[in-house]
Structures are given as C-alpha cells and as structure tokens.
C-alpha cells in the first residue's frame, strides 16, 4: 500500500518520495527525519489512530518544525487518522450514532495548524455525526469537518477548503448555536445543542473558512 501511494504522487508530479517511521518519541528528535522535513515541498502525517501519532510528535522538535514550515507555506497533510492531529482540537474519537452524548468524545491536543476546525476523518456520516457534534458542543467556536473515504479537503492560504474525490465532506458551523445542555447533562447522557447550520460538500465545492459560507 506505501509503495503503490508513493507511484501515484510520483505520477502526479512528485519528483521523490522519502518515507520516516516514527517508533518512539525520540524518532521525531533525529537529525535525519528532521532534515526530510526541512528539505520536503509536501509532508503527509499518516497514522493508524490519531492519539498513537500525537504522543509521538506531542512537543517534539519535528512538530514545531511541522508548524514553522507550514507558517512559511509548505503543505502539510494527514491520511486517514493522520488528518485529525492538524488540528489545534484533535478528535481522537467516541461512540457511533447521530445523538452525542456526554463521556463519548474524546478530544486531545493536535499539532494546531489551524485552531478553526475539529476533524473527523473516517465512518460513515450517519456514525461521525455525534462525534462532530458533541465535540463542538465542548468546543463550539471550531468548525466542525468529516472527511469520507477517498476524498480531500484542501486548504489554500487564503482560507478556502477545496473538496476532491469520490465522496463527501460534512460541514457542521455552530456560529449562530443555541441553547445546548453540555453543562448540566448526565456524565452518559445525550447533548442537547441548537441552531446549527450544516452543509455536505462534494467534487468541485469549495468554501470559505474565514467567512463560513459555501462559494
């Protein structure tokens, strides 16, 4: 699976492709990983959960050199579980269905390339609904963003997520929330939140991250 991805960027332009593995904390310390991603024009985070990523790269030299080269504009993107750690609020994860409840979302600290959005990267809609909403329920000033499967969402630096693939991508904007119950809900039971806009986005769409509007 590696070796086929690394083919296909090499079709789409990539003039090499170079691989690190990250084992131990001290991976994310070497003079040689960090030397791929001073010298990279594209870095993808790939992982198979979101937490085993971020306690490897949790305030590690490569993750401040994650953020300072793409504050002076390198792209940096995460596969499956490697999208949620982009975030300031990482979805680390929580239970299936449409309702949130209390105690069945778990958010962690990401690598913060952007504090506007929470990420959900895998599942069906229908099973990362309540993730997304019980996290912006904690977290209501982040937009809420679930990635399926075989699509992307990029992030220019004007701000505007451009969507591509076979799938969809979910956008929950609690901008204008109403009442929720998040402070006085059962330590197990359901979140009551309001007045949600929520928009599901497809090839070609793109939206305004900075205004929070379709385009």
Same mark, same amino acid.
Do not use: W
């Given at each position: ?8 960027l ?13 084992i131990?904390?001290?991976d ?10 001073e ?28 953020r ?48 506007r959005?929470?990420i ?10 309540g ?31 451009? $969507? ?35 928009? $599901?986005? $497809?090839h ?12």
């Amino acid at each position: 699976m590696p070796e086929e991805f690394d083919g296909q960027l090499i079709a789409h332009g990539a003039g090499q492709v170079r691989r690190t593995a990250l084992i131990s904390r001290g991976d994310a310390e070497q003079r040689a990983a960090l030397a791929l991603v001073e010298s990279c024009d594209l870095a993808l985070l790939c992982a198979d959960q979101p937490l085993r990523l971020s306690t490897l790269l949790g305030g590690t030299a490569m993750a401040r050199l994650l953020r300072k080269r793409n504050a002076e504009g390198v792209a940096i993107g995460g596969l499956g579980a490697g999208a949620a750690i982009l975030a300031e609020h990482m979805l680390v994860g929580g239970a299936q269905g449409p309702t949130p409840r209390m105690g069945s979302v778990t958010l962690a600290p990401g690598l913060g390339l952007s504090n506007r959005l929470v990420i959900d990267q895998g599942g069906a809609s229908a099973d990362r609904l309540g993730r997304l909403l019980g996290a912006l329920a904690l977290n209501p000033f982040a937009l809420g963003i679930g990635i399926d499967p075989d699509t992307a969402a990029f992030i220019g630096a004007d701000n505007v997520m451009d $969507v591509v693939g076979q799938g969809g991508i979910t956008v929950i904007d609690p901008t204008d929330v109403g009442h929720s119950n998040v402070a006085d809900a059962d330590p197990s039971g359901p979140i009551s939140i309001t007045n949600l806009r929520m928009h $599901v986005l $497809v090839h070609g769409a793109r939206y305004d991250l900075d205004f929070r509007r379709p385009l």
